[in-house]
């Protein structure tokens, strides 16, 4: 029922930017806080950025500054605009609910590497 379907990812240069789309479905986007995380090679998926119903925002210490978080309640999509990109930003980086176990989508890839 729940589909997330995330976008966008692809390899850029270290400084680049890049703008990563989840499409939502299956349940009532506007009500729910959503959430970027992102898994690399050999780690735990880690709390990227997250949005609330209300468009209040946070963001981890190490993406602070570089990327905004952001959503479009019509279109029950969210987003992640990236901006000068680190190596250590490479990752895959799926989108869910706040503070859900389940239904994850298949992300999408990020390299960041000159």
């Known amino acids: 029922q729940v589909q997330l379907v995330e976008s966008g990812g692809g390899l850029v240069q270290p400084g680049g930017s890049l703008r990563l789309s989840c499409a939502a479905s299956g349940f009532t986007f506007r009500l729910y806080a959503m959430s970027w995380y992102r898994q690399a090679p050999g780690k735990e998926r880690e709390l990227v950025a997250s949005i609330g119903s209300t468009h209040s925002t946070s963001y981890a210490a190490s993406v602070k500054g570089r990327f905004t978080i952001s959503r479009d309640n019509v279109k029950n999509t969210l987003y992640l605009q990236m901006n000068s990109l680190k190596p250590e930003d490479t990752a895959v980086y799926f989108c869910?609910?706040?503070?859900?176990?389940?239904?994850w989508g298949s992300g999408t890839r990020v390299t960041v590497s000159s």
């Open positions: 869910n609910r706040r503070n859900y176990g389940r239904d």
